[in-house]
């Protein structure tokens, strides 16, 4: 492609950063950022509270984020953030250590069960599920890999392999099938409470693809990432490295694309562009585009999660000692309640904490924001961590994913086949998975493949 054509990226996120920067660092730099918010950072959202900045958005990283390492190496920044801890509550707010045999003397047995099935788990991912870990979704549902490998080195890896297509289905099914079921107990943690949705919902891929055996391990081992400023430094530090920093308050009324070129009217004027790249959710692309019949039809079966997140202030004496996890309020039946909650600064108590929920799950009433957020306030008292004021609040539009049925019957490739073919590029969170290295190194693949 010509390095002077001219790109127009929709969204000021991960995704859309990144891609900018993988243009640029490709000798693309006639790009245009649009964002429609008064900031960048998309769903790293880092408010200041007492001087310092709490996560209302994303949090941490593991070792193996490569693409945020970039990002990092290209600030001159890194991750600088406190040290995470957790332990472990029942639904009764009494502290549990659910992994710790001596104190858990009836639960040896499948203690022992689970540890040998954790193992079992990384053998089968690496032989039969060969493969699996590459960014992206291109071809599992066809039982191939294609993309790049989750190595610093993330060189190019392609071929067949038929028992990808088990991925396809929900991953509570997938652990049946391969009896592996107990590891549930193990990758839970990093999933449902950080609202990915249940396993009984969500195809096996999005699970393996966010949680290789690696970085779950990392996770189980608290071998994370922070950054002292908050994620959406990370992404502020970009935005003002890049050549052309993103465009705030960009309010897209239009997208039409004819005759080779895409016409963006962006507050009211039309601008004229040779390629989009859309990171933006693409379910909502056709409220503002014109959404050509594929497109329409393929957005439309996209999901997502409502995640949502408190911040809160307690008095001095009811702040918690270290986060928590409640694994009780995991499962679809306690939708709507507490499954976790932060602290972030340890040296203070002068910070808020922040509680996190879900509250829709495929086969049960979407639960009410305001109920949700009363039964959130509810658990913290029950926890014995009570909150004094809520300081704020967000309902994050989250994970869009597909279900089985439509991953099975390729939406994926039909995707990935579409790309380019209306000058039109998709990338964000859907093409890969819901987290900021996932998206990032998306954005790095699109470029690698078509730029
Ligand atoms: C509570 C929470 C906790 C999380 N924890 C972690 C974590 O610990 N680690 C991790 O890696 N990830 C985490 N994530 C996920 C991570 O934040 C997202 O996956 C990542 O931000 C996705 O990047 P994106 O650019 O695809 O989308 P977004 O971050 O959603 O960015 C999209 C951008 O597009 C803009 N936009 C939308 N529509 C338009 C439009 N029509 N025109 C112009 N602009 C538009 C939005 O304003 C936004 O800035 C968490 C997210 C949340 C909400």
Redesign the pocket.
């Known amino acids: 492609m010509d390095k002077n054509t001219k790109i127009c990226i929709?969204?000021?996120?991960?995704?859309?950063?990144?891609a900018g920067m993988y243009l640029e660092q490709k000798g693309y730099e006639n790009y245009t950022i649009?964002?429609?918010?008064d900031?960048?950072?998309?769903?790293?959202?880092s408010p200041y509270y007492n001087g310092r900045r709490y996560?209302?958005?994303?949090?941490?990283?593991v070792p193996s984020?490569y693409a945020?390492h970039d990002v990092e190496e290209f600030c001159g920044i890194t991750h600088d953030g406190p040290q995470l801890n957790r332990n472990y509550k029942d639904r009764n707010g009494n502290v549990i250590e659910p992994f710790e045999p001596k104190k858990n003397i009836l639960k040896i047995p499948r203690l022992m069960k689970m540890k040998k099935q954790v193992t079992e788990l990384g053998r089968i991912l690496e032989t039969k599920y060969k493969g699996y870990d590459v960014n992206g979704h291109r071809g599992v549902a066809q039982g191939r890999y294609d993309g790049f490998a989750a190595t610093p080195e993330r060189e190019p890896v392609s071929g067949t392999n038929e028992n990808l297509k088990d991925l396809t289905m929900p991953f509570k099914d997938w652990c049946e099938l391969n009896n592996v079921e107990l590891t549930q107990d193990i990758w839970i943690g990093p999933f449902t409470s950080?609202?990915y949705g249940y396993f009984d919902e969500i195809p096996a891929a999005y699970v393996l693809k966010y949680l290789d055996f690696q970085t779950c391990m990392n996770f189980v081992r608290i071998n994370l990432w922070t950054w002292k400023n908050g994620?959406q430094f990370i992404w502020e530090s970009l935005n003002e490295k890049l050549k052309n920093s993103a465009r705030l308050n960009?309010?897209?009324t239009k997208v039409e694309r004819k005759d080779g070129k895409v016409y963006v009217t962006v507050n009211g004027t039309v601008e004229e562009y040779d390629k989009l790249i859309v990171?933006?959710?693409l379910q909502?692309f056709p409220d503002?585009a014109d959404a050509r019949e594929d497109e329409a039809a393929h957005f439309a079966k996209i999901d997502y999660e409502r995640?949502d997140?408190l911040a809160v202030e307690t008095k001095p004496e009811d702040h918690p000692e270290i986060s928590y996890y409640v694994f009780d309020n995991m499962t679809p039946e306690r939708l709507g309640h507490l499954m976790v909650y932060y602290r972030r600064w340890r040296d203070t108590k002068n910070q808020v904490i922040?509680t996190?929920a879900l509250r829709k799950h495929r086969n049960s009433a979407e639960i009410p924001y305001e109920e949700c957020r009363e039964t959130v306030l509810e658990d913290l008292k029950i926890m014995k961590n009570p909150a004094s004021k809520v300081v704020n609040e967000?309902s994050?539009?989250?994970?869009p994913h597909v279900f089985s049925e439509d991953y099975a019957a390729g939406w994926y490739d039909d995707v990935e086949a579409m790309q380019g073919k209306y000058d039109t590029y998709y990338?964000?969170?859907i093409m890969s998975?819901?987290?900021?290295?996932?998206?990032?190194e998306y954005s790095r693949e699109l470029v690698e493949r078509f730029f």
């Open positions: 929709i969204g000021g996120g991960p995704a859309g950063l990144s649009l964002e429609r918010n900031h960048v950072g998309g769903k790293c959202h996560e209302m958005g994303a949090i941490m990283g984020y945020i950080f609202g994620t960009s309010d897209i990171t933006a959710p909502y503002y995640y997140v922040t996190y967000q994050w539009y989250y994970f990338a964000g969170e998975f819901g987290d900021m290295d996932e998206t990032a």
